[in-house]
């Protein structure tokens, strides 16, 4: 594995680099930076349920021109940052051997409690100024509850959906996952019951 140049790259020069290597990176500010999932792995609960919604996207995709991938394809935001959220779905098949979304529509982060906080706030808000992204989904992986991001005609808006009975709406790309589908065999509950 080749270290990482400290010159900084343009995405088609990020793409060609990463070509090479043999772990993940996502381009930051121009510098190539291992994600998170790259240097420790990924936990079993949050690869099931990382799969647990590529099978239930897939299925429901069938016969459409959107396509589920893993973080293996890339998202190029506008701000020249290249990511790689747990779930794209892309409305436009790129060629082959591309690494990237070609029409990022749904993106789905798994929160993990050590990228909480960063996934939750400075990655969506780079999510949103993407014209093709449509929705972000942030699925916990303690317990059953998503925060859902859908771009309307006047802006962004989010709601969080919990409770392991609930269906999230995806009419963006024609699809609904219900909380059960997507941490069935897990061993997520329902969150505690807040008070006041």
């Known amino acids: 594995m080749s270290v990482p140049s400290l010159e900084r790259m ?23 930076v291992l994600t998170p999932k790259a240097m420790t792995g990924a936990s079993l609960r ?21 396509r589920p991938h893993t973080d ?4 190029r935001n506008p701000n020249q940052n290249v990511r790689r959220p747990d779930v794209v779905v892309d409305g436009r098949r790129g060629p082959d051997r591309s690494m990237e979304a ?10 993990s409690p050590s990228t ?7 990655k969506v808000e780079e999510y949103k100024t993407h014209l093709a992204i449509r929705t972000v989904l942030l699925v916990a992986s303690e317990h059953a509850e998503v925060i859902l991001w859908q771009r309307q005609e006047d802006g962004w808006r989010s709601q969080i959906i919990e409770n ?4 999230v709406d995806l009419p963006e790309i024609g699809c609904r ?14 969150p505690p019951i807040r008070t006041a």
């Open 10 to 32: 343009t995405p088609d020069e990020f793409f060609v680099w990463q070509a090479a290597q043999d772990r993940n990176y996502e381009l930051v500010n121009g510098l190539p």
């Open 46 to 66: 949050h690869d099931d349920i990382v799969v647990n919604i590529l099978t239930a996207l897939h299925r429901q995709l069938r016969s459409t021109p959107c």
């Open 72 to 75: 293996d394809i890339a998202v």
């Open 102 to 111: 070609m029409e990022p529509r749904l993106l789905v982060e798994v929160l």
């Open 116 to 122: 909480m906080a960063f996934d939750r706030f400075k």
């Open 164 to 167: 392991i009975d609930a269906v």
């Open 177 to 190: 996952l219900t909380l059960a589908e997507i941490y069935e065999d897990t061993g997520v509950e329902n």
